[in-house]
């Protein structure tokens, strides 16, 4: 990494991360992400070879019993969608037929 | 009473002593606010009507001989801890009118107590910032000097406590967002260890980082708040048992013993701090060499790393957390052609600039081809940074840091991002660790004739809170 600047492209990632940006700001973040990049970088001097995972972590994982009720949080968790059709969120289409 | 002074030792004492009524005590809280708020802007909203609703219902728990703790006080609650029913906006356009569909872990155990919730505190938005610049509603001012920043990202929870708007607050930590603003505003300040104090209901930023935590008066309010937020809840994840950690200590049969040594990592302070900041440092350093701590000079050869590592963890999971902000579950949606643009439109417009700035760095580092280079390299110093702290407590009982580099700072001062991430350099190793860590008091500098208090930062080891507590009513002591 150190020899070889990574290429940031502000427009693939606001793609990725389902983020409309304008044009003004990308070309503000053209500017801006480097800087912070070649910042975070320093971290590529640490020696890492004395590096063990921390045993400590691990996942955390409920059984899967004891449901609640059916329908008991239906109506508080609908009340705070955008659109909802009876007891469902109401969505656009997300596959379309193209024309071509 | 003097609300300029009253910590919630001394409203308890005087609530059971019915020396004055909770009702009495949130009127004049609400009072100050009236007064206050609309220049300070620590809230974005008070709830005037549900807190004198609250108070009753606390003095009745203490007319019946049932108050604990925190019946009858008077809290601020951060924006980004929910409770069912009122509006949680995180201080973002995207949450703008969201009510929350059920209480936070630490609601629930303050409305047992019957705590009273004045209003929730201004942010910067989803936590990320330290000035509270990065709020969609406008920033909050810090009350002893009106021109610069209460610290972020809890500096509307600061900004209510230094100005007497309230008697404590509810932060959240990630980087240093209790830690800071207390710093800045004179206040007590504690990230708890990392799974001490249940996140159910507080809205995620990074989630290995992320801890709610007390801005108070004093260490003693610090403890008393802390206390009955802390334990053990089976809907997070991630909340530390009781027993049963075999890396950790266990919470049965610990016995407290005084700290007696601190460790200064001093070539790790040098750098690029206030030289004011390092001499009211060193001077309360001795104090505490005077009260009889001995003092040990300290290498952490990882901790410089941290801000760095922060600045690639974090984003990463900024942006994973704030996937779920997607206009279709709730809060704000934009009408659009297809689902894919109802996403990016409403992210587009529902994200603040430096919300976008940290989804578009966390999605850049977890990208193929530089994930290795980036968050795995990232990850693997953490944990040499926490081992840093693991050898240090063989020798150390707690590690003393500033708080910050340097006293509150004007508003827009910081326009470079880079210049505004500096801001957390002491404070993101023990969120990086997991360690629990203090801010208090060490008295101020002085800035264009301003007295600016300035912040000690006292970090233990895992589940040593009570360190932190000991330490911390020494140097107020002193």
């Not at chain 2, 610990?254 to 701090?273: D, M, N």
């Not at chain 2, 006293?407 to 827009?412: I, L, N, S, T």
Request: glycine share 8%; hydrophobic share 40%.
């Amino acid at each position: 990494m150190s020899d070889e600047k990574p290429i940031i492209n502000i427009r693939a990632l606001a793609e990725l991360s389902r983020l409309a940006v304008s044009d003004e700001e990308i070309a503000k973040l053209e500017k801006e992400m480097p800087s912070i990049l070649t910042f975070v970088e320093t971290i590529q001097k640490a020696d890492i070879s004395s590096a063990v995972a921390d045993t400590s972590l691990r996942n955390v994982m409920r059984a899967d019993e004891n449901p609640h009720e059916t329908g008991k949080y239906t109506e508080v968790l609908l009340s705070a969608a955008p659109a909802r059709e009876g007891d469902r969120i109401a969505v656009k289409q997300v596959i379309t037929r193209k024309n071509n | 009473m003097d609300l300029t002074k009253l910590t919630i030792a001394e409203a308890r004492r005087a609530l059971d002593a019915k020396e004055y009524s909770a009702l009495d005590l949130t009127n004049a809280y609400l009072d100050v606010i009236r007064v206050k708020n609309p220049e300070i802007h620590a809230y974005l909203e008070v709830w005037e009507e549900s807190a004198r609703a609250e108070a009753k219902r606390a003095d009745e728990m203490i007319a019946q001989g049932k108050q604990m703790p925190l019946t009858g006080i008077p809290i601020a609650m951060k924006d980004n801890i929910l409770i069912e029913g009122r509006i949680a906006s995180a201080a973002s356009k995207i949450l703008e009118n969201y009510h929350a569909s059920y209480d936070a872990t630490v609601t629930k155990k303050l409305k047992v107590q019957g705590a009273v919730f004045l209003g929730r505190a201004n942010m910067d938005e989803f936590a990320m910032g330290s000035s509270t610049e990065n709020s969609a509603f406008g920033p909050s001012k810090n009350p002893i000097d009106l021109s610069r920043v209460p610290g972020g990202s809890s500096g509307g929870s600061s900004a209510a406590v230094a100005a007497s708007m309230a008697l404590a607050a509810l932060g959240s930590d990630t980087g240093g967002s209790i830690r800071q603003p207390a710093s800045f505003t004179g206040l007590v300040g504690l990230k708890p260890t990392y799974g001490a104090v249940s996140r159910f209901g507080l809205m995620a930023m990074g989630s290995s980082l992320d801890q709610i935590g007390p801005l108070t008066r004093t260490t003693e309010d610090a403890k008393i708040l802390f206390d009955a937020i802390k334990g053990n809840d089976p809907q997070d994840s991630t909340s530390l048992p009781e027993t049963g950690r075999s890396d950790l200590p266990s919470l049965e049969g610990q016995t407290f013993q005084r700290p007696k040594r601190i460790g200064v990592p001093r070539s790790f302070l040098a750098e690029g701090t206030d030289p004011d900041i390092l001499k009211r440092f060193e001077g309360q350093i001795q104090k505490l060499a005077k009260q009889g701590y001995e003092i040990v000079d300290i290498e952490m050869s990882h901790v410089p790393y941290s801000l760095a590592v922060y600045y690639i963890v974090m984003p990463a999971e900024v942006s994973t957390n704030l996937e779920r902000f997607d206009g279709i579950r709730y809060g704000l949606s934009v009408p659009a052609e297809g689902i894919k643009e109802v996403y990016s439109k409403t992210r587009g417009a529902g994200f603040g600039a430096e919300a976008r700035r940290r989804i578009l760095l966390g999605t850049f580092v977890l990208s193929s081809g530089y994930a290795d280079a980036y968050y795995r390299k990232a990850r693997a110093v953490r944990s040499l940074i926490r081992d840093d702290f693991m050898k240090a407590f063989e020798i150390v009982d707690a590690v003393a840091t500033p708080t910050c580099p340097a006293p509150a700072f004007k508003f827009g001062s910081k326009s470079d991002p880079l210049a505004m991430y500096i801001e957390d350099i002491f404070s993101t190793p023990a969120n990086l660790a997991g360690v629990p860590a203090i801010s208090v008091p060490m008295g101020a500098v002085n800035r264009d004739g301003v007295d600016l208090p300035v912040g000690i930062q006292i970090i233990a080891p895992h589940r040593r809170e009570d360190v932190l507590f000991a330490i911390g009513t020494d140097i107020e002591r002193a």
